[in-house]
């Protein structure tokens, strides 16, 4: 729920995206330029960043979904397949179906299964990696006309996908915060059962937000296949990790019931700018990992030290206001 | 016989409630001494007390004479006290032998490490059951046995730590005729080797059949202790009931409608028997009964948490199919839970999140939820029902036990419900929030809504209901019209004493 730390928690995260910014910009001043901000920086993090928002909304219901990358590859793998020998429509279409029928495999299994989403999902992962390698026997499969188009177009020197995930941070954040579904899955995520005993559909719930994850994983597919032409089924296989911590560092907990979107967009443009402004810097890749996973730990330090805060201040309050609650037996 | 065991003018309190007042209790070696009492009269903080659970305020606990403090249930549990609770606590898939020593188990030196020594640890096991006089493969995963062999190792297990004091905790209350007599043999065994037991059961035949002495509490204070030879059920009967009957609001009296809702036959496996009931518009319906008889199941079944295997329900003499618990809200049904931390309220949300939570749907302009329609609603709710919090954003997980399940009552009646099914409304809340919550129930029946109570304490059952259902062993045994109920008849039909 909205608790008081959360906005500070956000703010601190948006001076810490200013201070690397500027960091960076300083040693380099090419880094702050608008190009290269549009065509590196930003291009690169659509993937991840739309994948993040609804998997915030998993994550929030005390979920999670690995197989993001997965479900993005294969959609493109097949959309690309079927565009070579069926046309463009039917291509398109088959994207957006695969992204929809893996969410809603991963949905079922983890909603009416009741199988924990870490295992389905990890399952999963694996699984529709398989059927990508399978159906194309391991070779490249190239971009066609809808896909290269979405992944190259520029508007204003900005990348298309930026639009598009505008529009999608702009739903989800309402979605998440203004809606009777954000908050159910608050709800789910705190305590699952007074959830059911309130006469949600914890079940259908479930399913739904991962049937998002996976359309929206479709939408990421033609991004991704129209940026690098062609895609292989091995490729992008660390991007559910790099996903999950974007929504961590935002400050979403992975237990569930606590966190927003606005701490995952922000979070999103830190691990842009750490991603590319440190190549920038000329910093070796093996160096940059560890200065991410330093980024990661010291905000999960900060995240708990100020949640610590906020419950001391609660106890106190209610020591003043109502002596200690009564015991149950 | 050597007293081993002396509770001498225990107290404990709660915030706001006084569980043991001035409990005494006394326990010989070589005795079977049994403890009864209604459900809440104390019967569990008593055990928790000597086992280290919670500290009493003032009063002694003496073993073998001597004065002790028990800083935690290790504590007790070295000083040779050890209790066998309802469900066990075996490790699945450790065997037998493993069980027993988990967490003691016999080592020895060897190539300078500490090995586990199997053989000591066997020959000790064999010797316990020998005392016991079971015979249970060893080397059997606890996962296959059944649930009296369970228990058995269990027995077993506090044996091997050498424990003079076993409490047994309503041990047959989910075995079999044969379980109970094997395991009435292992009892007598132990007696005859010295260990001292208090036994508790709500079947007073068993009593009978197997103690030697009896204490009776109720409401937290000690009643009485007699031979079992000196003593009857009907004695034990009168001892149990006679709790006060003040502090409760009589139901005004509403005009009593036609019939709401019809059950007949439900059953569901090993749960419900054969349940039939009617509910007339505008009545309080009491369900009396002792825990485990089936009252929260058959409340769980009507608003289709659980599936009933056969049965016919009618509302207003419709056939009616509940599947879901949105098919019971719709159906007019709301449920609130006895267990309110786990099923009643997220209590990590605001008092207006909660109250709000099972009608979302209402909560709509456009798409988006209405935070003034929210809060109108939750404000009325506050108001209405007096809960005590600083304004409806208030986090419910501050809130007193008793705002806590007023929140948990609003949230069900915000639904503007038919039948209102209250599930212990007044377990775990302090003497004042009580009567609030009476009082709240009677304003709303003098409304005119039916409701359905599930409830231990029998004076608030006879105080507000217009009839009383007693259930027994997943069946309704009874049912009293109001002006008819008294505790003594509820607690005989309960216990199925003739």
Known sequence: ?329 | MDEVLRLDHIVKTFPGVLALDDMNFDLRAGEIHAICGENGAGKSTLMKIVTGVYKPDSGEICIDGQPVSFESPNDAFAKGVAIIYQETSLFEEMTILENIFLGHEITRKKLGFRAIDYAAMRREAQDIFGIMNVHLDLDERAKNLGMAQKQMVEIAKALSYKSKILILDEPTASLTAREVDALFGIVRSLKEQGVAIAYISHRLEEIFELCDRVTVVRDGKFISCHAVGETNKDMLVADMVGRSMDNYYPKADVEIGGELIRAEHLNQAGVLRDVSFRINKGEIVGFAGLAGAGRTELAQALCGFTKLDSGDLYIEGNKVRIGSYRDALDAGFVYVSEDRGKYGLVVEMSVKHNITMPQLSKMKKGLFLDNGLEKRTADRFVDELGIKCPDCEFLTENLSGGNQQKVSVSKAIAMDPKLLILDEPTRGVDVGSKAEIHNIVSGLAKKGLTIFMISSEMPELIGMCDRIYIMKNGTIAGELPRGEATQEKILKVALDVA
Not at chain 1, 19 to 37: S, T
Not at chain 1, 276 to 303: A, C, E, F, R, W
């Open chain 1, 1 to 329: 729920m909205k608790k008081p730390f959360k906005i500070d928690f956000n703010i601190a995260l948006l001076i810490i995206l200013v201070a690397l910014i500027a960091v960076i910009g300083i040693r380099n001043p090419n880094f702050v330029h608008y190009n290269y901000v549009m065509a590196v920086v930003v291009k690169n993090i659509m993937e991840l960043g739309m994948m993040a928002l609804p998997m915030t909304l998993i994550v929030i219901t005390g979920g999670i979904d690995l197989s993001v990358g997965s479900i993005m590859i294969f959609a493109a793998i097949s959309g690309g397949l079927v565009s070579a020998s069926h046309g463009e429509a039917a291509g398109v279409l088959v994207t957006i179906a695969i992204g929809l029928l893996c969410g809603l495999l991963n949905g079922f299994v983890v909603a009416k299964l009741k199988i924990s989403a870490l295992i389905t999902t990890l399952a999963t992962f694996f699984l529709f990696r398989g059927i990508a390698r399978g159906i194309t026997a391991g070779d490249s499969v190239y971009s066609y006309k809808f896909s290269t188009a979405m992944g190259n177009t520029e508007v204003g020197g900005a990348p298309l996908a930026l639009f598009f995930y505008i529009a999608c941070a702009v739903v989800f954040t309402l979605l998440l915060s203004k809606t009777a579904l954000g908050r159910s899955l608050y709800a789910i995520g705190l305590n699952q059962d007074a959830a059911r005993y309130s006469g949600l559909k914890v079940d259908s719930i479930l399913i739904w937000i991962y049937v998002l994850s996976g359309v929206v994983c479709s939408l990421c597919a033609f991004f991704y296949l129209g940026r690098f032409t062609s895609v292989k089924y091995d490729v992008a296989n660390s991007m559910n990790l790099t996903v999950v911590t974007i929504i961590v560092l935002g400050g979403t907990s992975i237990l569930g019931g606590v966190g927003d979107m606005r701490g995952t967009i922000i979070a999103t443009f830190i691990i842009a700018v750490l991603k590319s402004g440190l190549t920038v810097m000329n910093i070796p890749i093996d160096i940059q990992t560890i200065i991410q996973g330093i980024v990661l730990i010291i905000s999960l330090i900060v995240y708990s030290i100020l949640g610590e805060r906020a419950k001391q201040k609660k106890i106190l309050e209610v020591m003043r206001d109502g002596g200690p609650r009564l015991a149950e037996e």
